[in-house]
Each structure stands twice: as structure tokens, then as C-alpha cells.
């Protein structure tokens, strides 16, 4: 079993940046892969980030791309999700995701969740 619990959301204006965390907890950490996906009401989870237990492959949804940055530390059991440049689209709950393989975009495929963090960008 492992614990994922998310943190680093809030309310920010629209170019701003945020820096979310997601501590783990349970089996050893550096055994899974990551990832960020997140979701708007009414909408589907939609795959953000993903980063590999060596931190080495990496891949990011185009919506994100050269604005987000994932990366994680195995000593501290955290994973980061960087968002610069934030726009109003980027809003929605932001949650953390582990696997016990290879990085996948797709959410059926993660077996750990957190609770989610409440990202909110005005304009």
C-alpha cells in the first residue's frame, strides 16, 4: 500500500506560478512511477505530468508542456509538479498518482491516488 497526500494548491492570478507536493508513504518510493493528473467539474481526468522512479523519463500533456516541470526526490519520498505560467484553463483538482511500473498517461492504469489539491487561476 501507498499513501499519497497533496499539497501546494490555492488560488493564484492568471501567469503566476504554484508548486505542488505529493508525499508518499507505504512501500518504498522510488519503486513507482508518478504522476500528476488533474480534473475540472463536469470534466475527465485528464493526464498532466509523469515521471519514472529513476526521475530520468519524463512525460508531460501538450496543454503543459514547457510550463510544468515534475520531478521527484526519493530521499524525501515527495514528488513536485512545477506550474509556471499558470492560465485560468489550468484550473481544476490537481492529484497525484503512483504505479508500481513504467510511466503511463492513461488513469485507469494507477493503482494509488491522493485526495487532490484545489488549484484555482483568475484572470
Known amino acids: 500500500q501507498v499513501q499519497l497526500v497533496e499539497s501546494g494548491g490555492g488560488l493564484v492570478q492568471a501567469g503566476d506560478s504554484l508548486r505542488l507536493s505529493c508525499a508518499a508513504s507505504g512501500r518504498p518510493f522510488s519503486f513507482y512511477a508518478m504522476a500528476w493528473f488533474r480534473q475540472d467539474p463536469g470534466k475527465e481526468r485528464e493526464f498532466v505530468a509523469a515521471i519514472g522512479w529513476s526521475g530520468r523519463s519524463t512525460n508531460y500533456a501538450d496543454s503543459v508542456k514547457g510550463r510544468f516541470t515534475i520531478s521527484r526526490d526519493n530521499a524525501k519520498n515527495t514528488v513536485y509538479l512545477q506550474m509556471n505560467s499558470l492560465k485560468p484553463e489550468d484550473r481544476a483538482v490537481y492529484y497525484c498518482?503512483?504505479?508500481?511500473?513504467?510511466?503511463?498517461?492513461?488513469?485507469?492504469?494507477?493503482?494509488?491516488w491522493g485526495q487532490g489539491t484545489q488549484v484555482t487561476v483568475s484572470s
Open positions: 498518482a503512483a504505479r508500481g511500473a513504467n510511466i503511463a498517461v492513461d488513469a485507469r492504469l494507477y493503482t494509488y
